[in-house]
């Protein structure tokens, strides 16, 4: 079976690295792809956005189906232009289609839909600029710490979290009426803090069956102790210590289920990976945000703890057949530890030579921001490299991957010492 995965990153290379065991694999391709895919597969240089080209590469490499990793594509409607087109329409795209990609493409559809259900979410209210004097007036209701979200996508960086009213007001005012964060913060959810510990569930569905994934926890700050700017994840752990067996059915009877009920009771299809953002909340769970697809780095410690044939799971959702399968979890804790480039997330150099790679034997190399230029890998982007361990716990899994780190080195590179520290 010939397979196409859309995306560049420690996701997707997480993927190629998974599909490529499967005996069912004819040739796989990643389009943009990185250093870390090429090894997996055939790296094609286009960008997923640009339907006409995934649809050529597609044609010429008789591709069977197609596994989108990041949001973009999902949210500009890759999938319905698949269904749309007379060639492709029988091709089956993991992913969902427009519409159901707001849940995260637009956080006021994803509160309305959360509401509709009755899934547990902080409340909210949202804003546009002729509304600014009642954005002001709805913080005032709210105790601090005051949460301002983006209402579209803003590149993991458009949720603010602020302690005092005046500068809640003035970022509102910078979102909604100077367009701080572009088209993306043309609405601003507002919404109450909730105070508690969090973690990601993930869930594959099929739009009639799903399947829960391992659950995972992320670290998105750069700094230790989880100060400073945030990124799009420095490091993951799964399974999460604190979710035991009475929280999880928590989370499956009063989120998952109602979510996955609530596309099929609303008409909405939906075959894809849900990514769900818990809070834990006095023993309580409830829901951040969704993503329309797999996180990353989580990404990098799911897949590799589910121990059956990738290819089939795709197969079965594209069939609508997830309920004949039985997803096999290695018990074993996975740990991910992001190396990155200095400066990041804020501005950072590129073309940085990678050493030491050949040397990693007890960890899993995913690669995110890299590139091959002859026989060297270097660093293209701002998160570099994941190192995934597995250990009997959490403890045992970090203290490999930081013994794989110190194998490794390029210039200005950084990484988290404290992952999994809160727990």
């Not at 909730?194 to 739009?207: H, K, N, P």
Request: aromatic share 8%.
């Amino acid at each position: 079976m010939n397979i196409l995965i859309l995306g560049s990153g420690g996701r997707e290379c997480t993927f190629a690295w998974k599909i490529a065991q499967s005996k069912q694999l004819g040739k796989l391709f990643i389009a943009p792809g990185n250093a870390g895919t090429s090894v997996y597969g055939k790296n094609l240089k286009i960008n997923p956005n640009d339907f006409e080209k995934v649809k050529e590469v597609v044609i010429e490499n008789q591709i069977e189906l197609v596994l989108v990793g990041p949001e973009d594509p999902l949210v500009n409607g890759i999938h319905d232009y698949f269904l749309n087109d007379s060639l492709l329409k029988n091709i089956p795209v993991i992913g969902p289609q427009k519409f159901a990609a707001q849940l995260e493409g637009s956080k006021e559809f994803a509160k309305e839909f959360m509401y509709k259900h009755q899934i547990p979410t902080a409340k909210y209210e949202s804003f546009t600029p002729e509304t600014l004097e009642k954005g002001y007036a709805f913080l005032e209701t709210l105790s601090p710490p005051y949460v301002l979200k983006a209402d579209g996508l803003a590149a993991g960086k458009g949720v603010l979290i602020l302690d005092h009213i005046e500068e809640a007001k003035q970022e509102l005012k910078e979102m909604l009426a100077h367009q701080k964060f572009g088209k993306a913060s043309a609405k601003v959810v507002i919404e109450e803090f909730l105070d508690g510990i969090e973690m990601s569930s993930f869930v594959f569905t099929d739009g009639e069956n799903y399947l829960v994934l391992p659950n995972a926890k992320d670290y998105k700050r750069i700094g230790e102790g989880d100060k400073g700017l945030n990124t799009g994840g420095m490091g993951a752990i799964s399974p999460v210590p604190f979710a035991d067996e009475t929280f999880l059915k928590k989370v499956e009877d009063r989120i998952i289920k109602p979510t996955v009920d609530g596309l099929k009771n609303d008409g909405i299809p939906y075959v894809g990976f849900i990514f769900i953002g818990l809070i834990k909340v006095k023993g309580e769970p409830k829901v951040i945000e969704y993503n329309v697809r797999m996180g990353d780095p989580e990404t990098e410690v799911v897949i590799p703890r589910i121990k059956n044939d990738f290819i089939d799971l795709l197969n079965s959702a594209a069939k609508r057949e997830l309920n004949k399968v039985k997803l096999e979890i290695n018990p074993d804790t996975a740990t991910t530890v992001m190396v990155v480039s200095g400066g990041y997330p804020e501005s950072y150099e590129k073309g940085k030579e990678i050493h030491g790679l050949d040397q990693i034997k007890d960890s899993i190399v995913f690669h995110a921001g890299t590139d091959k230029s002859s026989d060297k890998i270097l660093t293209s982007g701002g998160r570099v490299i994941a190192l995934t361990s597995f250990g009997k716990d959490k403890n045992e899994a970090l203290k490999k991957s930081y013994q794989s780190i110190d194998k490794i080195c390029f210039d200005q590179m950084y990484f988290r010492k404290d992952i999994g520290f809160d727990l």
